[in-house]
């Protein structure tokens, strides 16, 4: 247990001192993320342009069955959706930053 906790104390202070030690070595340490900028940034772009190029596409052979019933669902449920956004318009909404006059009328809810 005592081995456990010497190499945990020495990890810890490690990392205590990292940012102090990348600070005193501050171009060094800005060519080496720069560096490793660029190796993520090319595995990216063959991983996606290249490799995308070399590989042919996977090709379905199966057609694509349209079902109407669904389809008439979707339509129905975007016309109610419709309907309820175009009723939020004709409401009238009183302002509640002002303040009701002797005459009017204060709706109560």
């Known amino acids: ?3 456990d906790s010497v190499k945990l104390g ?6 205590k001192k990292l940012p102090k ?6 171009f060094l340490t800005s060519l080496i993320l720069i560096f490793v900028s660029m190796v993520l940034g090319g595995f990216v ?4 342009c290249i490799l995308a190029q070399v590989l042919e596409p996977l090709i379905i052979k199966d057609w694509v069955e349209f079902d109407e019933e669904i389809y008439q669902e ?7 959706r419709q309907e309820r956004f175009e009723a939020v318009g004709l409401q ?4 509640p930053f002002k303040r009701p006059t ?3 009328v204060v709706p109560e809810e």
């Open 10 to 15: 020495k990890i810890k202070l490690f990392f």
């Open 45 to 48: 772009f063959y991983r996606y």
């Open 102 to 104: 002797l005459g009017e």
């Open 74 to 80: 979707v339509l129905g449920e975007q016309k109610t």
């Open 21 to 26: 030690i990348l600070a005193e070595h501050a």
């Open 1 to 3: 247990m005592k081995i």
């Open 92 to 95: 009238e909404y009183p302002n």
